[in-house]
T-cell receptor, first 112, second 113 residues
Framework: DSGVTQTPKHLITATGQRVTLRCSPR?????VYWYQQSLDQGLQFLIQ???????AKGNILERFSAQQFPDLHSELNLSSLELGDSALYFC???????????FGPGTRLTVL | QKEVEQDPGPLSVPEGAIVSLNCTYS??????FMWYRQYSRKGPELLMY????GNKEDGRFTAQVDKSSKYISLFIRDSQPSDSATYLC?????????????FGKGTLLTVNP
């Protein structure tokens, strides 16, 4: 158990809908990262927050957004969902000045 | 050319074999190199972490980094069926608190009893 928690574990929804994925980092970690894992693209970095501020952006679609709250938990919002958004979404956290990222168990999103 | 290339396998070996997993990369700014293990339907788990070139050993696992060749390896000695998983290499450039990881696609390893 990495200490990173993610909810929900599974999410099934329809095209065009909006969902919110939640992540609680390990105690003491200030950085939160979101990744998307699909069979064809592998694990892709989406976005990083550090102590409430956006720090880096990867291949994140405009339909996706995220935020980190004062208690350091983070939410990833996915809107206007398409079939191709079906994937595993992972959250990771780190202390901040370290590359050691610890991953949560992931949320499996299925868009029908 | 992808930033990180990793042979997806699958790789199947008998129990007790020495396993060699490799990645190549193109971005010379990468300074930090990691290996993650991912069991089916689970989150990646950090196995090894190295900075710059050199070797690092942890039990049955040895990580090697050759920055001149842009090549990293993970060796597993005395492989066990419990080592069956997907192994992902990951790397990042240095700087501040921005440590986005770039992953290889992963190699699926099966260790047969």
């Amino acid at each position: 158990d990495s200490g990173v928690t993610q909810t929900p574990k599974h999410l099934i929804t329809a095209t065009g809908q909006r969902v919110t994925l939640r992540c609680s980092p390990r105690s003491g970690d200030l950085s939160v990262y979101w990744y998307q894992q699909s069979l064809d693209q592998g694990l892709q970095f989406l976005i990083q927050y550090y102590n409430g501020e956006e720090r880096a952006k990867g291949n994140i679609l405009e339909r996706f957004s995220a935020q980190q709250f004062p208690d350091l938990h983070s939410e990833l919002n996915l809107s206007s969902l398409e079939l191709g958004d079906s994937a595993l979404y992972f959250c990771a956290s780190s202390v901040g000045a370290s590359d050691t990222q610890y991953f949560g168990p992931g949320t499996r999103l299925t868009v029908l | 050319q992808k930033e990180v290339e990793q042979d997806p396998g699958p790789l199947s070996v008998p129990e007790g074999a020495i396993v060699s997993l490799n990645c190549t990369y193109s971005n010379s700014a990468f300074q930090y190199f990691m290996w993650y293990r991912q069991y089916s339907r689970k989150g990646p788990e950090l196995l090894m972490y190295t900075y710059s070139s050199g070797n690092k050993e942890d039990g049955r696992f040895t990580a090697q980094v050759d920055k001149s060749s842009k090549y990293i390896s993970l060796f597993i000695r005395d492989s066990q069926p419990s080592d069956s998983a997907t192994y992902l290499c990951a790397m990042s450039a240095s700087g501040g608190s921005n440590y986005k990881l770039t992953f290889g696609k992963g190699t699926l390893l099966t260790v047969n009893p």
